[in-house]
T-cell receptor
Framework: GENVEQHPSTLSVQEGDSAVIKCTYSDSASNYFPWYKQELGKRPQLIIDIRSNVGEKKDQRIAVTLNKTAKHFSLHITETQPEDSAVYFCAARRGGSQGNLIFGKGTKLSVKP | GAGVSQSPSNKVTEKGKDVELRCDPISGHTALYWYRQSLGQGLEFLIYFQGNSAPDKSGLPSDRFSAERTGGSVSTLTIQRTQQEDSAVYLC????????????????FGPGTRLTVL
């Protein structure tokens, strides 16, 4: 089955710097890769996703890149702000089904003012 | 519109007791998922419903765990004879579940039920 590895587990940056979180997946049939942000005590919220037919997607300060050959995808946050502090989860879903997401273990991002 | 809701928000129970956790998906969403999040861990898939059917029960950790969904809406996750290792936040998510191979269906999460087994 699918396995998703996420790195780093913790990341601390200064406000205004960029943050990059990387994930790798094992199942070449996976074709949907969402990223969720979870603030302390809150529900996970989708912040961006990418489909396997696209190599990069941007939404304001957030971007995601996908390398299908290497089976890895990354989240890039530019001009970080203290409110970006949260746990970020990457996930993958296998094509051909509407089944469950397989999540990475999360990255705790701290943005210091 | 209203998002995914779950109840109770917190549940404290004694080891060996049974518990029921409820999920109300977004209206019209036919796909429903249960995940478990242990302290400081990622989200672990438990079970998936399409309508009232559960085509994927592969994530249920033991036969003490069961789930049902009636009327294509509300779902209940039941844990029998709870153990301390069952303590976690149980998250429910729903998606449109459109037929025809919509492969990139966004899952929307509920706030979760924090279960503590003493």
């Amino acid at each position: 089955g699918e396995n998703v590895e996420q790195h780093p587990s913790t990341l601390s940056v200064q406000e205004g710097d960029s943050a990059v979180i990387k994930c790798t997946y094992s199942d070449s049939a996976s074709n949907y890769f969402p990223w969720y942000k979870q603030e302390l005590g809150k529900r996970p919220q989708l912040i961006i996703d990418i489909r396997s037919n696209v190599g990069e997607k941007k939404d304001q300060r957030i971007a995601v890149t996908l390398n299908k050959t290497a089976k890895h995808f990354s989240l890039h946050i530019t001009e970080t702000q203290p409110e970006d502090s949260a746990v970020y989860f990457c996930a993958a879903r296998r094509g051909g089904s509407q089944g469950n997401l397989i999540f990475g273990k999360g990255t705790k991002l701290s943005v210091k003012p | 519109g209203a998002g995914v809701s779950q109840s109770p928000s917190n549940k404290v129970t004694e080891k060996g007791k049974d518990v029921e956790l409820r999920c109300d998906p977004i209206s019209g969403h036919t796909a429903l998922y249960w995940y478990r999040q242990s302290l400081g861990q990622g989200l672990e898939f438990l079970i998936y419903f399409q309508g009232n059917s559960a085509p994927d029960k592969s994530g249920l950790p033991s036969d003490r765990f069961s789930a049902e969904r009636t009327g294509g809406s509300v779902s209940t996750l039941t844990i029998q004879r709870t153990q301390q290792e069952d303590s976690a936040v149980y998250l429910c998510a729903s998606s449109t579940g459109l037929a025809g191979g919509l492969l990139w269906d966004t899952q929307y999460f509920g706030p979760g039920t924090r279960l503590t087994v003493l």
